[in-house]
Structure formats: structure tokens, C-alpha cells
């Protein structure tokens, strides 16, 4: 298991890409970036099967042809 970004680690990260932040940033920086993380980590556990990649569908072509 992965441990949590610390308000010291999110703000030395963003140091290091060229984003200082101000000392007040540092915990809303580190909650948001922990709370991504444990989306991206849900995601990943989801089987989606033979749905096919979002690259493959093609907005326009579908069945337009039902009633209200």
C-alpha cells in the first residue's frame, strides 16, 4: 500500500516542477492529490470487460431513429 502525500512532500513536488507554492497551499495541494490518487486506485480495480476503448466510438453514427 501506498502512503499518503504530506503537505512537505506535495510542496517540495511541486518545487521541483517549477510550481512553488504558498505555505498556506501545502495541505490543499496534498489532500487533493491523495484524494486523485485513491479515484485513480478505484479505477483501476474495475473490470470493464469487452467494453472497448472510448478511442473506438464514433459520435453521430447511432440509432437515431426512436420515438418520445
Known amino acids: 500500500m501506498i502512503s ?6 506535495a510542496a517540495r ?3 521541483r516542477a ?11 495541494v496534498a489532500t487533493t492529490a491523495n484524494h486523485i490518487h485513491s479515484v485513480i486506485i478505484t479505477l483501476r480495480e474495475l473490470d470493464f470487460g469487452d467494453i472497448p476503448p472510448a478511442a473506438s ?12
Open 18 to 28: 517549477g510550481l512553488p507554492l504558498g505555505g498556506d497551499r501545502h495541505e490543499g
Open 13 to 15: 513536488g511541486a518545487l
Open 57 to 68: 466510438y464514433r459520435a453521430g453514427r447511432e440509432n437515431v431513429d426512436a420515438t418520445l
Open 4 to 9: 499518503e502525500l504530506t503537505p512537505h512532500e
